[in-house]
């Protein structure tokens, strides 16, 4: 089993930033790739980045892309999502997500386990 937790989000103005972190525990001597997923109201859970055990290849969605950078840092089991440029688009639940695999996936179904979420809202 590993838990994930996640944290650092909150309320942010346009054009804002903030860096989530999602702490993993429990199996960690695994290799397993990561994910941040976001959910909004009343939408279905959207792929936003990932990246590969050795972090050395990451992917985001068009959505974000030059605005939010994944990374990782296996010696404190956490992995990062920073966010630049937010916008009210932007507002969601915030998930991050392990595979049981050292290659990401962009597919919500791919991912073993799975955090409790933090709220990012962004005003306008």
């Known amino acids: 089993q590993v838990q994930l937790v996640e944290s650092g989000g909150g309320l942010v103005q346009a054009g804002g930033s903030l860096r989530l972190s999602c702490a993993a525990s429990?199996?960690?001597?695994?290799?397993?790739?990561m994910g941040w997923f976001r959910q909004a109201p009343g939408k279905e859970r959207e792929f936003v980045a990932a990246i590969t055990w050795s972090g050395g290849s990451t992917a985001v969605a068009n959505s974000v892309k030059g605005r939010f950078t994944i990374s990782r840092d296996n010696a404190k089991n956490t992995v990062f999502l920073r966010m630049n440029s937010l916008k009210p688009d932007d507002t969601a639940v915030y998930y991050c997500?392990?595979?049981?695999?050292?290659?990401?996936?962009?597919?919500?179904?791919?991912?073993?386990?799975w955090g409790q979420g933090t709220q990012v809202t962004v005003s306008s």
């Open positions: 429990g199996r960690t001597s695994s290799s397993y790739a």
């Open positions: 997500a392990a595979r049981l695999s050292s290659y990401p996936s962009s597919q919500v179904t791919m991912y073993d386990y």
